[in-house]
């Protein structure tokens, strides 16, 4: 059975609307994608019928949203395929994930002289918790280098394992390129040299299947709003030992198991790292949003995604002076392109008046722009709900672009 | 949105395509740095300031279209008019590109200006046009900083 994009279009509500009098092509879902009916609706109901908060009250209410919040978090242990629910703490997104992971793991533990060890493709998200880091503990950060098509080189970032690494940070996928990593290889050779593996999953999981245990790691953090869940919710995996091991990063509510004005204990994890009142109905969106995922079968959803990113890249490559940024062996999701010397900024407002939504800018990735020498690229990323129609308005409003700058 | 003509008018693409008194002068009296962290558009603005009036003006580095536009033109507007003048023309360009997009602007006076006004209408794009501007109050201010648009 062939994958059937534009009945997954119509469970979409927002792809009915028009953008400057015409129908909306989304081309942004690796900023954040759009939501189905289910998620929408599940988390209107959630508030409909059965809100109130969770791990408090004996009440039915606070029951009812308890069993709804622990649910959710072993639909995402199951979609990660991790060992544990208790491996799965919620966190408002990816970046709050790898914070959690700097300061709650990294920051007790790393010594003046220590590497962490992160790659040259790596959103802001996944450099900057570990400059901060770096500049609390007299560690460094060094940089594995990409080539010029943007994938990793695998002899470069071997050869940057030394005894001081005792941290690697990577993407599953590039946000900026496409590029997918090989990241159960390179976690691999990390391990072997004794450093701690966190990955960037964000644009990982809206389009691939994830198996934390295959991919080897010892972290992975994502957020729900890339894959068709709301805004405000993402869940980090760590390995249960590890997380164990690790103090609070923020206190509060329902991270302790006693308090008095001597001593507090702390809750085992997850609990102790979800200080305060939860996103609740996130969670219930997210829950919603694995389960419309996987009803759709991720396999299939996988080869869609393919078709499309090798159908944009042909019909892009066929414009003269539109330049494809980055070329990696395997990519995922998304094409970076210039258009001559067009400024993106100006592509993307072009674009925009045909009703086209996509990114335009450094993608939170200023390394890797200045690893490309341009100062932004426009970027169409995909999902489940695009056609190949859509790329066809790419291609024409790419064209409009070159029409009025001539 | 209207047209896009309307934002990418004649004026700004040749301006775009052909800035104008692009470069550094080799001695300038004044001079100030904008950035854009928000796309990454940077500009040098040298200015020869003499008697209260500027003589000379260049602009060097790279943006978009309307930002580069806004450079070339300001670049030009500038020339021979009075430091008073100059701060006047900016409120008047100031006021012109944040007004409403379906006001009516008043374009009297502004000359090549004007075409920066349809800026109006994409709110996002307003910091583009202004870059330049704010650099030239920096830069007359003395004040050494690098102005930033965030």
Partial sequence: MSFDALRVAREFPILSRQVHQK???????????QKPSAV??????????????????????????????????????????AASPREIVFVRGTTEGINLVAQAYARPTLRPGDEILVT???????????????????????????????????????????????????????????TLLPVAQLAQLAKRAGATVVIDGAQGVPHLPVDVRALGGDFYAFSGHKMYAPTGIGALWGRLDLLD??????????????????????????????????????AVGLHAAIDWLRGLDLDAVHKHEADLLDYASERLREIPSVRLIGTAKQRVGLVSFVVGDVHAHDVGTILDGEGIAVRAGHHCAQPVMEHFDVPATARASFAVHNTRADVDRLAAGVRRVLEIFG | MSDLRDLYQEVILDHTKHPRNFGALEHPTHRATGHNPLCGDQLVLTLDVERDQVRDARFAGKGCAISTASASLLTEAVKGKTVSETHALFERFHDVVTAPAESEPDLAGLGKLAALAGVREFPMRVKCASLAWHTLEAALSGAGEPVSTE
């Fill in chain 1, 23 to 33: 129908p909306l092509v989304y081309l942004d879902s690796a900023a954040s994608s």
């Fill in chain 1, 40 to 81: 929408i609706d599940a988390v209107s109901n959630y508030y409909r019928t059965t809100h109130s908060n969770v791990h408090r009250g004996v009440h039915t209410l606070s029951e009812e949203a308890t069993r709804a919040y622990e649910a959710a978090r072993e639909s995402v242990r199951s979609f990660l395929n």
């Fill in chain 1, 120 to 178: 040259e493709l790596e959103h802001h998200s996944n450099l900057v918790p570990w400059q901060i880091v770096a500049g609390q503990t007299g560690a460094k950060v060094v940089m594995a280098p990409i080539d010029e098509r943007g994938d990793v080189i695998v002899e470069e970032f071997a050869a940057r394992l030394g005894p001081r690494t005792r941290l690697v940070a990577l993407a599953h996928v590039s946000n900026s390129l496409g």
């Fill in chain 1, 245 to 282: 091991a690790m103090e609070p990063w923020q206190g509060g509510g329902s991270m302790i198991r006693s308090v008095t004005f001597a001593k507090t204990e702390f809750a085992r994890a997850p609990e102790r790292f979800e200080a305060g009142t939860p996103d609740i109905a996130g």
